[in-house]
Structures are given as structure tokens and as C-alpha cells.
């Protein structure tokens, strides 16, 4: 999820000592678009480690006093003839609050400093599972340098004991790790996401998270022209690499995760001496007291009206209600969303393998793009691009702030499982969850349903990285996992947008309708003036991206047929995939947005975004009516849990906004 990055030079040369920094600050921010919750430094030179970190974006630890402390000792450690190793972590938190010193990064226990990216999803267990084992952080990353410790000490040497703990966590995981008492770098992945280059005179190693930001990096104008490196390599999934730099030259131990026999590394040529490890750090910043609101009060205030609900006149054939705009009924009862619906009709697998036949690159490089939310559908998409389609793909997130960390887990699960590399874009988090709180604020003084859509403005953006992506990385394709059947038309509708008309795209409108759009957003913007902040800029470009970016891209669910049991089913059998505990619905439950939004629409209208999932499989056949009308009826019960964490994670009091959205006069 994070970014991790470094390089080590041997016997660097006094007069690129300010070429090393400028290269060093470059990483740092190429690093920066895959994490800006934390930062952090770490400085190997002859006799100590020194280690800065702080709860802020890298762009900003670059600008503190801090930092020239530590700058300084790396100028320091240039101009010696001795190795010198440097690395930085770009992090977006997963585990443990940034807030708390000790869970970012780089981690320290023992004599073990690492840079960590990735989930560990089975950490709880293994600290059950090895009891004797003290955990003092919340992070995942100290359950790798807790094993690691335990297996020293039974007298594995560290490259068995490396690749001993990689045999036990779970999830997709690249670490660079270094010890006080060698003069050795680790590296380590499940998935390949993790990239190096060597120099000709092997007295230079550089590595990233990503090759595009290796590429920039050994392109850039401050780099050392003395190190000719050769093309970034891939760190293959399942493989580590031990790099020792104590010598005059740098002399890497490549091995195997899986099968591993350390006898053939030479391990006693490592250089052992100890280092003192300096951790520096600012203060703490002064956070805001966290609100918890209590559940029980909370639950309690979100009740629904059922019988009223279920009183709804609805389609005889599907089960819109009457409430649903632009809806309206033929003399049997049947609804006119009913008969404009196109049922599914792709091509079919082989007509998807004829399709990608063309994107296969065949000489293990990657062949295509899979935007990955860690949801249901994207989750299964990935499972068939790999072991179906047999391509190589590369998955990529756009991370807006409302992934949740069910989400995470899962993305760190299937891409661990399947290993294959991941690159995350980070947003500025915390900005985002700010835009959002002032939306949903503003939404609150003057609640429309039609402009319940501005809280998801921010997250659109991900139509614009996957293009960026792709260009970057020269792959032929993008390959989506958006479900044909969760057409939501009614969102738009209630804009006053009638979108109720066969069509084969359902995520774009009509030119006149998004023209239309525009000009009802800057209606109520004008009603509402608490709109008229700084988000504006922000949902303009979700807006654009969205619309008005070509979709040039393919979704697998338009050849292959959607079959909601058959992707469950392979997803909790083959990858131990999580579900939420407050829902028996495998939908939207990695979305933190989806339970507040829905529980609007539900209150007021009488109907959710499941109603109308519900209502296409019930036209295409795979659904019948009474099923469907219980499943809704579950599936839109109030999930209080994710409702609460919305709202406390944007920083609003969840009680008053329930109490407010109770008081909107509803539509039945």
C-alpha cells in the first residue's frame, strides 16, 4: 500500500555528495503519490543509524528542522570513503494510527530497522500463535521483526530466518530491512512490488516500490553519472535478495521465499559490526479527541418506517417502488424501467480471450491494468484475469480516503495470493476526509437528493490515474471489473435527469444530460452556499473524469457473465476473502461511503442501490421476485457499525446527522 525506496553507495564520491541528497529527496517525493499520511528516513553510515519520522506527507518532512539533522548526517556519511545506505518509507496508514510514533515507519524492534509495504492480514493470529512473543505497537509490520527475532534466536541464520517468516504472513508484503549488527540490506516480496538496479561497478543499488519510479529516478538530472546502472529488475514474487554492502563492491545473495537452501548464499562473508541506532523525532502533534459515539444510541436512532416502506406500490415484474423517479406503470403493473432494460448479452469467455489475445506480452512482463477497490466484483475480476485469461496483469487503487480497511486487507489477500504487483495512488487523505465533511455539512443545512452524490465526488479520480497508468507502463489494456447490473440511474434522476432508456453503457449520460447536471449542481450551489468552498475544484475534476475522460478501457463482466453466487463462492473458498460483520451482503462492503449514503436514500425514498441491483437480476432471470424482496429488506437494514465509522472518520457527529437526515420530509 505504502511506498518504499533507498539505494546503498560504496565508497561514494565527495563531489556528488549533494547529487546523492538531491536523488535521495527525489525518491522521497516520486514516493509520495503512494502514501502521504507519514514519512520517514532512515541514514546507515560507518557508525550509527539515524532515523527521523513524523505523522506528515514527505513534502513536508523535507521542510522541517528535523530534517536537516538528517540531512546533514547523510552529507556527512557522503563524503567518507565508507558505504552508506539510505531508505524511506511513504506511508498510508493501514495499521496503527499515524498519530502514534511507534507505528510508523521505519519500524524499530531489537537490532531490526524496515520499511514495510503492504498488510500483514494474519498478524493477530501469529501473535497468538507465538504467545511468548510481546507485541508493543499496533502496527503489523513489528509481527515480521517479532518472527524474525524469534528465529535468530533459535540459531537460524537471517537469511533462512527471512524467508522462515515469509512462510507464515499472509497477504501481499515487500519489506526492506536492515539489522545494527551487518552491513546487509533485505529485500522481500510476495507479489513483486518491488523493483532494483545495480550499477556496472556494483558500488551503487537503488530500489523502489515501483519501476515508473525507478525509471524517474535514474533519469533525473541529479543522478550520479559515475553510476551507470543497468534497467530496474523486478524482484519476482515469492523472492528476496540480501545485499551485502560491507565489502569494497556490492554483492547480492538472491533466494527463493518458497524453496530456500541458505547454505548457497556465503553467508559468513557479511560484515558484522554494531551500529548505534539514533531514532529522531518531533513531537507528537496534539490530534483531536476521536469521536465514539455510543452504538446503542446511535442504533437506536436509525430506524426505519418498514411497514410504509413495504406498503409501496412496486413493479409487478421487479421491485422498484413508486418512489423511484421517472418511474411508471403499464395497466398489468409493470414498470417502464422494466421495459427498457436490455438483458445481458456479451460474447461470452471465448469472445473475452479473443479480446486479450492480442495484449499478451509473453515474455513475463506485464500485459495489462486492473483498477482494484478490494471489493467483490474487482476481487473476482482479478482472480479471472490471472487464472482464467492466464495474463500477467499489474493492479492499481486509487486509495480517496473511504477504502476501508476490510478493503485493504482483501487487496493485500488477493494480490499476495495471486502475486502480482500492486501500485497504489494515494490521495492527500486527510484533505480528502475534509472535502467530504464540508460536503456532507453543507448537504446537512440543506438536504436535496439529488446532491447526495457530492459525497462521492472525490474518488472519481481513479478514471483519470488508470489512463495515467497505463501510458506510464506501456501496457496495452485496462481492464475493469464494474458490474453491468448495478446500474444506478436514480441518482442522476434525481437531479431531475431522466436516464431511463435502453442503453449498453451505464456509467456515462448523454451529452445534454451532463450538461443538464452541471447546470442543477450550480443551482443548488447557489440555493446552498455553504457549496461554494474549496471541494469545488475537487468535484469538478471527479466531475470531468468521470463523464468526460474516454473511456478507453474494457470491462470483463461485459463478456463474461456476472453470477453473484459463483464469485462468492471462489472468493471466500480460494482466498479466505473477509465480509463485514454488519451485513450478510458481500456488496459495497469495502466502500466506507456506501452505509450512509444508502441509509439516505432508504429513510427518504423507500429504496437503496439494492433495489435496484436486485431488480436486474430478477430480469435477467437469476432472481426471483419474493427472494429479492427479502434479500432488500436485509440487505437495507441500517449498518450502524459503518455508518458510526463514517462519520467519526470525517470528522461529524454521526448522532446529529442521523437526527438531521430523520427530519427530511420522506417520499412516501
Not at 518532512?61 to 548526517?73: A, V
Not at 482494484?372 to 476481487?379: N, T, V
Not at 431511463?500 to 450551489?525: E, Q, S
Amino acid at each position: 500500500m505504502c511506498g518504499i525506496f533507498g539505494f546503498i553507495v560504496i565508497q561514494p564520491s565527495k563531489q556528488d555528495s549533494k547529487q546523492y541528497l538531491s536523488l535521495l529527496e527525489k525518491l522521497f517525493l516520486l514516493s509520495e503519490t503512494r502514501g502521504k499520511d507519514a514519512s520517514g528516513l532512515l541514514v546507515a553510515g560507518r557508525e550509527k543509524i539515524e532515523i527521523l519520522k513524523q505523522p506528515f506527507r514527505a513534502r513536508t518532512l523535507i521542510k522541517s528542522q528535523d530534517y536537516k539533522k538528517i540531512r546533514n548526517y547523510f552529507l556527512e556519511c557522503t563524503q567518507s570513503d565508507a558505504a552508506v545506505l539510505a531508505m524511506g518509507h511513504a506511508r498510508m496508514v493501514t495499521n496503527g494510527k499515524a498519530s502514534s510514533h511507534y507505528n510508523n515507519q521505519p519500524v524499530i524492534r531489537g537490532e531490526f530497522a524496515c520499511i514495510h509495504n503492504g498488510i500483514v492480514v494474519n498478524d493477530e493470529s501469529l501473535w497468538e500463535q507465538y504467545p511468548d512473543l510481546q507485541r508493543r505497537y499496533e502496527v503489523d509490520t513489528e509481527v515480521i521483526l517479532a518472527l524474525l527475532e524469534n528465529f535468530q534466536s533459535k540459531g537460524q541464520p537471517m537469511p533462512q530466518a527471512l524467508c522462515n517468516v515469509y512462510r507464515h504472513i499472509k497477504g501481499a508484503n515487500s519489506i526492506a530491512l536492515i539489522s545494527n549488527t551487518q552491513h546487509a540490506l533485505s529485500l522481500a516480496t510476495t507479489n513483486g512490488s518491488l523493483f532494483i538496479a545495480l550499477s556496472e561497478d556494483r558500488r551503487f543499488a537503488i530500489f523502489a516500490s515501483e519501476k515508473y519510479i525507478l525509471d524517474q529516478a535514474l533519469q533525473c538530472s541529479e543522478f550520479p553519472t559515475e553510476h551507470l546502472c543497468t534497467a530496474p529488475s523486478q524482484i519476482m514474487p515469492g523472492k528476496a535478495i540480501i545485499l551485502d554492502y560491507g565489502a569494497t563492491c556490492i554483492e547480492p545473495y538472491p533466494m527463493g521465499i518458497s524453496e530456500f537452501t541458505f547454505e548457497t548464499f556465503g553467508l559468513n562473508t557479511l560484515q558484522q559490526s554494531k551500529l548505534m541506532i539514533d531514532i529522531r523525532s518531533a513531537s507528537e502533534p496534539v490530534t483531536p479527541q476521536a469521536l465514539q459515539y455510543d452504538f446503542a444510541t446511535l442504533e437506536r436512532l436509525c430506524k426505519i418506517d418498514q411497514n410504509r416502506i413495504k406498503s409501496l406500490r412496486r413493479c409487478t415484474r421487479c421491485i422498484l417502488p413508486e418512489t423511484f423517479p421517472f418511474i411508471t406503470f403499464d395497466a398489468d403493473g409493470v414498470c417502464s424501467y422494466c421495459h427498457n432494460y436490455k438483458p445481458w448479452s456479451g460474447p461470452g469467455p471465448m469472445g473475452l480471450e479473443q479480446l486479450v489475445q492480442p495484449f499478451r506480452t509473453g515474455n513475463g512482463r506485464p500485459d495489462c491494468l486492473v483498477p482494484f477497490s478490494g471489493g467483490r466484483d474487482s476481487s473476482y475480476a482479478l482472480h479471472y484475469i490471472c487464472k482464467e485469461l492466464h495474463l500477467n496483469p499489474v493492479a492499481y487503487t486509487y486509495d480517496w480516503g473511504m477504502i476501508t480497511d476490510l478493503a485493504r486487507r482483501n487487496i493485500s489477500r488477493m494480490c499476495g495470493a495471486l502475486g502480482i504487483e500492486h501500485i497504489l495512488i494515494s490521495a492527500d487523505i486527510a484533505q480528502k476526509r475534509a472535502n467530504i465533511r464540508m460536503n456532507v455539512s453543507a448537504w446537512l443545512k440543506k438536504p436535496h437528493l439529488g446532491t447526495v452524490t457530492l459525497f462521492m465526488a472525490g474518488d472519481k479520480h481513479f478514471f483519470y490515474y488508470a489512463r495515467m497508468l497505463q501510458k506510464q507502463m506501456k501496457l496495452s489494456a485496462t481492464l475493469f471489473g464494474m458490474n453491468p447490473f448495478e446500474r444506478t440511474d436514480f441518482k442522476v434522476a434525481f437531479c431531475g435527469i431522466n436516464e431511463n432508456y435502453p442503453k449498453d453503457i451505464h456509467y456515462n449520460l448523454k451529452i445534454v444530460n451532463k450538461l443538464k447536471m452541471m447546470a442543477f449542481f450550480g443551482t443548488r450551489f447557489l440555493e446552498n452556499p455553504s457549496y461554494l468552498n474549496r471541494t469545488i475544484l475537487d468535484s469538478f475534476i471527479g466531475f470531468f473524469s468521470y463523464y468526460f475522460i474516454p473511456k478507453d478501457y474494457y470491462s470483463i463482466y461485459d463478456y463474461i457473465y456476472w453470477d453473484e453466487q459463483m464469485i462468492n463462492d471462489t472468493l471466500l473458498s480460494e482466498y479466505d476473502w473477509e465480509t463485514s460483520p454488519d451485513t450478510k451482503s458481500t456488496w459495497r462492503i469495502g466502500d466506507g461511503t456506501a452505509p450512509f449514503y444508502n441509509y439516505i436514500y432508504y429513510k427518504v425514498a423507500g429504496f437503496s442501490e439494492n433495489d435496484t441491483l436486485r431488480s436486474n437480476q430478477i430480469r435477467e432471470g437469476k432472481l426471483k421476485r419474493n427472494a429479492a424482496l427479502q434479500l432488500v429488506h436485509e440487505d437495507n437494514l441500517p449498518r450502524v457499525e459503518s455508518i458510526r465509522w463514517y462519520c467519526e472518520t470525517i470528522g461529524i457527529d454521526p448522532g446529529e446527522a442521523i437526527k438531521r437526515i430523520n427530519t427530511i420530509p420522506v417520499l412516501y
